[in-house]
């Protein structure tokens, strides 16, 4: 598999507290994603990176922010934790030819 | 709304070859991608492309707006969540909510 990883694998946090994922790759691809995974919903975009500090919103986007100061990282972070932000984040990397290669996801639950 | 679309389940026998079908309304979409998912791994690309491919057991149709993946030789170790998507543009890709893929004996 392509060098990509998401830290970290599992998280258990209160509702109100800012929570921060990372993801690290080491394939040097200008796009990287983050999606969230829910029964019913699939996998839904929640924002992309084109490169270095630029970003865009994706499909479900609200309260959730980003950031990408360098090519191999792009941070997810919750600015405050709900329940509904429950759910398991995958992030993922795409080179031109649109193919995408995830992680292994990070299991977030908000109590 | 760019959507796609895939049927939740699908069931089938060990050793029959299976089809799941899927369909998009997604805005200048040319190409199709069908992942693979276990629980508690990646997602994996099994096969992608804007015209009939086959990788291995994994055959893939196309037409404009529709694929289906095929998996012939069906085992029970193939029962998981398989996701279609499509090019929505900007190198982003619109998924289907998944098929989950059950195997009998």
């Known amino acids: 598999d392509a060098g990509i990883t998401q830290s970290p694998r599992h998280k258990v946090t209160e509702t109100g507290t800012p929570v921060t994922l990372r993801c690290h790759q080491t394939?040097?691809?200008?796009?990287m994603y983050w999606y969230r995974q829910d029964p019913g919903h699939g996998l839904r975009l929640i924002h992309y990176s084109y490169g270095v500090k630029d970003t865009d919103k994706g499909e479900v986007s609200d309260g959730y922010s980003v950031s990408r100061s360098k090519t191999e990282d792009f941070l997810l972070t919750l600015e405050s934790a709900t329940s509904s932000q429950t759910s398991v984040y995958f992030c993922?990397?795409?080179?031109?030819?649109?193919?995408?290669?995830f992680g292994s996801g990070t299991r977030l639950t908000v109590v | 709304k760019d959507q796609v679309f895939q049927p939740s389940t699908v069931a089938s026998s060990e050793g029959a070859v299976v089809e799941i079908f899927c369909n998009h309304s997604?805005?200048?979409?040319?190409?199709f991608f069908w992942y693979l998912h276990f629980p508690g791994c990646a997602p994996r690309l099994l096969v992608k492309g804007s015209k009939p491919s086959q990788q291995g057991r994994y055959n893939m149709t196309y037409e404009r707006f529709s694929s289906s993946l095929l998996i012939l030789q069906v085992r029970e170790a193939d029962a998981a969540v398989y996701y279609c998507a499509c090019s929505g543009g900007f190198q982003k890709l619109v998924f289907g909510t998944g098929t989950r893929l059950l195997v009998s004996p």
């Open positions: 997604v805005s200048n979409a040319y190409n």
């Open positions: 394939e040097n691809h200008r796009y």
């Open positions: 993922a990397i795409s080179d031109r030819d649109y193919g995408y290669t």
